[in-house]
């Protein structure tokens, strides 16, 4: 599997399948798996430790509120890890963005939006780090791209 796709909890999930759709129409090989940095410490360390030897290219983490999974896997792991701040019910998810996105130097964690931008933004964010060595994965973001732009193009007809 080219990504490792991680939430912290199975009420995360809703919230991320437009990440898992995207991947999917990219063609970009993931998995999902639901590893809480609080609930499952010591299986978060495991998980992030073995992620290099089994051939996993990058990693996308989804959570909400105190939401330390991204962190915590980006501190077990070099490789490149995404978060995904997730929209929570109490603070919107603005709990969940500055958990993530305000890492000490040394460990990032490449922060996306809250919400479905967000989950959106992590697949092709990744999509386009795997593209560097993979020819269909490129080419299918730039299919991807071109449509995008003819969409928002063709959108003017709406105005009329
Ligand atoms: C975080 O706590 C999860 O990522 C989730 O967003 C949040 C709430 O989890 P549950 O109480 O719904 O399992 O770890």
């Known amino acids: 599997m080219d990504v490792a796709l991680v939430m912290g909890s199975i009420s995360d999930w809703p919230k991320i399948k437009a990440t898992a759709e995207l991947l999917q129409k990219l063609n970009v090989s993931f998995d999902k798996h639901i590893i809480s940095a609080h609930r499952m410490p010591t299986e978060l360390q495991n998980f992030a430790s073995k992620l290099k030897d089994e051939h996993y290219k990058i990693v996308i983490a989804a959570a909400g509120g105190a939401a330390h ?27 969940s963005l500055l958990s993530i996105v305000q890492m000490p130097a040394g460990v990032p964690v490449a922060t996306v939006a809250i919400g479905d931008a967000g989950a959106k933004n992590a697949a092709i964010l990744a999509a386009q780090v795997i593209a560097l060595s993979n020819k269909s994965v490129e080419k299918n973001l730039n299919e991807f791209r071109r449509n995008q732009t003819k969409e928002a193009i063709e959108s003017n007809e709406q105005l009329k």
């Open 69 to 95: 999974l991204p962190g915590m896997l980006a501190a077990n792991t070099t490789l490149p890890v995404i978060g995904i701040p997730v929209k929570t019910s109490i603070l919107n998810g603005m709990d």
